[in-house]
């Protein structure tokens, strides 16, 4: 299956810094992205999908200025959290998908191994 | 509207013994349905999908759902629990909701298999 990378796996930072967390298609080009966030014992929650070459479309509730996400091409979406805080640590997955027949929505996802990040 | 309900939290299951985990949908449109499992601190991995073939899907490691319209249902089964399917799994549907792909994760479902 396609293969999908997230980097870094574990980042811890200071109050205030911003953190960048990067999400590559190894093998095959993704026009569209997923960001997510999964606080414990929850499931995933969907933040907001990235668009190559586009704006990305922001979940309802999440701080577009506080998660800037920048898809510069067909293989790389980029989320930074910007000024971080302990509220914002968390586990951020990335997806992408594969186009499925006739260009419809039956894609399948394939995720990123995660991000963990805590905020000190 | 899309939604996804996985009616058990928790499962506890012994080793070598059948699993079963619940799944209903909604969805206004003709949905994909998908199984993930995530082992802890790992990124989800496709176990199966249904995207309008046959209903009845088998995926990796002797899982298989079927799909079933009139219950709204895709439930997870596994004839023989091994140590290793102890993880977490999650239900998702996918369509085509006003013209963009929504994806919706259920809650899911904490699997533990007991020696």
């Known amino acids: 299956g396609a293969v999908v990378s997230q980097h870094p796996s574990w980042v811890i930072c200071k109050s205030g810094t911003s953190v960048k967390i990067e999400c590559r298609s190894l093998?095959?080009?993704?026009?569209?992205m997923f960001w997510y966030r999964q606080f414990p014992k929850q499931s995933l929650m969907l933040m907001a999908t990235s668009n190559e070459g586009s704006k990305a479309t922001y979940e309802q509730g999440v701080e577009k200025d506080k998660f800037l996400i920048n898809h510069a091409s067909l293989t790389l979406s980029t989320l930074t959290v910007t000024s971080a805080h302990p509220e914002d640590s968390s586990f951020y997955i990335c997806s992408a998908r594969v186009m499925g027949r006739g260009g419809l929505g039956t894609g399948e996802l394939f995720f990123g191994e995660g991000s963990r990040l805590t905020v000190l | 509207a899309q939604s996804v309900t996985q009616l058990d939290s928790h499962v506890s299951v012994s080793e070598g013994t059948p699993v079963l985990l619940r799944c209903n949908y909604s969805s206004s449109y003709s949905p994909s349905l998908f199984w993930y499992v995530q082992h802890p601190n790992k990124g989800l991995q496709l176990l199966l999908k249904y995207t309008s073939a046959a209903t009845l899907v088998k995926g990796i490691n002797g899982f298989e759902a079927e799909f079933k319209k009139s219950e709204t249902s895709f439930h997870l089964t596994k004839p023989s629990a091994h140590m290793s399917d102890a993880a977490e799994y999650f239900c998702?549907?996918?369509?085509?909701?006003?013209?963009?792909?929504?994806?919706?994760f259920g809650i899911g479902t904490k699997l533990q298999v007991i020696p």
């Open positions: 093998d095959f080009q993704a026009t569209t």
């Open positions: 998702v549907v996918s369509d085509l909701a006003g013209g963009y792909q929504k994806v919706t």
